[in-house]
């Protein structure tokens, strides 16, 4: 039992020299109840009495059992009751409502389960052990007098929290997923310790080591490395929640992702999201389960089946993956590959170094049908950089070709995507299964609402201004008319820059066909280019100047609207190999993926009184060719991450990261 009870219940009647000196004693008792809270050998827990528990001083911590579902249990130490930090045995040892905790008088911890089957030990027995106690910070220690001798901290399971060390000897593990600190001080996860999905952090050498790096979480949520050198901050994650009242913690969730929350006491489980490792969920392998492929609905990542030959192994969670409905062992003669455009099988690290072949399509699609040890393979479309390109018909793609020998295989689906993946199936090949948003066609379903119109106006505005520059671009190599000696490419760049020009009334309207010119200034703008003067509004914070007045007093998400404009700025870069392509868009739009800061537009404010322009083309040129650095701003950066290459990308803006997601609320 707990020695503050103890003290509580010595209740003998004593006389008046005994208070004295109980008065005196009171301050000292009251400083080794605060420092040990101690836990007495022979003491035991029940999951059948739900209310006992083994609390820290300020009662903050607690060790005891939680409800997993109906009938199973969990041995845990949590914060505020709700939020559990730590698992006796981690998500393997599931116990029943008959279970008990026990504090074995030789030392040792034992939990058992109502059949007196161990499911976990801390194998402490015979090493002096004479107390234990739960510290404020959610430590479970166990002490030989003042020594430690087994501690919580040094044996986590899922999750990392304020003043617990993270080193190399270390591993968070769920499910199938582990979490791991590398010696060169890159954070790092793993599928079923085999598949290394995620690679984060400040060393972009796999050959250089650090020596005895450290990760740590601060009180106020930022995640950093230490190391000998020094430190690197790794996440900004700080809600500037009220000290003592906010726990910051780092959980590596059950679908793969890492996660740093933040719970305000009190709130009753409910902890949110400040930042994901992993931005795009889809690219978590084994998210969807064997053979499962994950795409996007309006409620976030889903999984589903690659066509009609399969089934889904569990109807109530599609995250299970899928089964051929004829193996293929079953058709040794009979089988051949089903297509699946802008699909790819996740391909990362060991697979990257073997079975890869630069081939077309048609090749890709031939080595996997002719293989006895293949199931499917997938055709990455050829790379320049980071901009993935592939030909207009995907039989004429050529890229490199990974061949899946592997049992399991793990899909993303997306309009982004080019690439063409197969997966061998028994004859015939059935038609994909259309995604769930085409299924529910929910843009029939949905009503028209004030930030479809802020993202509408917004970007028809800006995106007007290109396509009448594409116009009378064709216009002019038509005509071959030239502009004083300067070529017409350069004259219409004059033109988008509002530097006046020298058009006849027929010219002008038979280029615009009698339209009206798209790049008008005004009072409003300060005599400026809407999009010079969007961006400027944008830079200061102002971004509601930039809304349609006739918007004033709808409810509009503001945050939504930041990130519509922050995508119409890129969508109107000058360079094309800036802009985004529309797949990538919408995934922008939905908080799919993070929007870096965009460059500012190439534009030039009018003087109407001097009938002036100036041109200004340093910013979009030097966000192509000045190297990234750590010190940059993030407005340099490409708006996305492309395929397969998020790692590097990340590397470079370590000290901007932030979230990359929508905070959001998660029950515990």
Request: proline share 5%; hydrophobic share 35%; aromatic share 10%.
């Amino acid at each position: 039992m707990l020695s503050r009870e103890r003290i509580r219940t010595s209740s003998t009647r004593p006389h008046f020299g005994s208070i004295i000196g109980l008065i005196f004693a009171f301050p000292l008792l009251f400083v080794d109840s605060f420092a040990t809270a101690t836990i007495s050998p022979g003491s035991i827990l029940y999951a059948s009495n739900p209310n006992q528990t083994w609390s820290s001083f300020s009662n903050a911590f607690s060790l005891h059992f939680i409800s997993m579902t109906t009938t199973t249990y969990s041995l845990a130490i949590t914060y505020d009751a709700f939020i559990p930090i730590w698992k006796a045995g981690g998500d393997d040892a599931v116990a029943d409502a008959s279970a008990s905790f026990h504090f074995l008088p030789d030392g040792n911890l034992r939990l058992l389960n109502g059949s007196g089957a161990v499911l976990w030990q801390s194998n402490t027995a015979n090493l002096g052990v004479s107390s234990a106690v739960l510290d404020d910070s959610g430590n479970f220690i166990l002490r030989n007098g003042s020594v430690s001798v087994w501690a919580s901290f040094d044996h986590p399971t899922d999750t990392l929290v304020p003043s617990q060390n993270f080193t190399i000897h270390h591993v968070l593990t769920s499910r199938f997923y582990s979490f791991h600190l590398l010696s060169t001080g890159n954070l790092a996860l793993e599928w079923n310790n085999s598949i290394l999905y995620w690679s984060f952090g400040v060393n972009s050498s796999d050959n250089v080591s650090l020596t005895s790096p450290i990760l740590a979480l601060r009180s106020s949520g930022i995640l950093s490395l230490i190391y000998q050198k020094g430190s690197k901050i790794i996440a900004y994650s700080s809600d500037f929640g009220e000290e003592g009242k906010t726990l910051s913690f780092l959980k590596l969730d059950n679908d793969g992702n890492l996660r740093i929350y933040s719970y305000a006491k009190g709130s009753g489980g409910s902890a949110s999201v400040m930042w994901t490792g992993v931005p795009d969920q889809c690219e978590v392998f084994g998210y969807c389960g064997n053979l499962g492929i994950c795409r996007y609905n309006d409620a976030g990542p889903s999984c589903g089946c690659p066509s009609e030959n399969f089934d889904l192994i569990d109807k109530e969670d599609s995250r299970k993956g899928c089964k051929r409905k004829v193996k293929l062992e079953d058709c040794p003669l009979n089988a051949t590959l089903l297509q699946m455009d802008h699909t790819r099988f996740l391909t990362y690290a060991p697979e990257t170094a073997t079975d890869v072949f630069i081939v077309d399509i048609s090749a890709c699609k031939y080595n996997c049908l002719t293989s006895g040890s293949c199931v499917a393979s997938t055709l990455l479309a050829e790379s320049i950089g980071n901009c993935y390109t592939q030909s207009s018909r995907f039989s004429e793609s050529i890229g490199n070709c990974y061949i899946k020998s592997s049992s399991f295989v793990s899909g993303y689906l997306s309009p982004a995507i080019l690439s063409t993946s197969f997966v061998k199936v028994c004859s015939p090949a059935l038609p994909n299964r259309p995604s769930p948003s085409t299924e529910q066609n929910h843009w029939h379903d949905r009503k028209l609402n004030p930030l479809i119109v802020v993202v509408l106006a917004v970007v028809t505005t800006l995106l007007a201004s290109v396509i009448f520059v594409g116009s009378l671009c064709w216009w002019c190599r038509s005509n071959k008319r030239a502009y004083g000696g300067i070529s017409a490419q350069y004259s219409l760049l004059d033109y988008a820059s509002g530097v006046p020009m020298q058009l006849s009334y027929k010219e002008l309207h038979h280029a615009t066909k009698g339209g009206r010119r798209n790049f008008e200034v005004s009072d409003a703008t300060n005599g400026k280019l809407f999009s010079l003067w969007a961006y400027e509004e944008f830079e200061k914070g102002n971004v509601k100047n930039v809304l349609d007045q006739r918007l004033d007093g709808f409810d509009v998400d503001m945050d939504q609207v930041t990130r519509a404009i922050q995508v119409s700025f890129w969508c109107i870069q000058e360079q094309p190999l800036q802009r985004p392509v529309m797949g990538k868009i919408v995934q922008m739009l939905e908080g799919i993926v993070e929007i870096k800061k965009p460059p500012p537009p190439v534009a030039a404010t009018w003087d109407p009184i001097n009938g002036a322009g100036a041109m200004n083309l340093s910013s979009s040129i030097s966000a192509l060719s000045t190297p990234a650095s750590s010190d940059r701003e993030p407005s340099s950066s490409p708006p996305f991450h492309a395929a397969g290459t998020a790692s590097s990308v990340y590397v470079m803006n370590v000290e901007g990261q932030s979230s990359v997601l929508p905070p959001r609320s998660s029950k515990f």
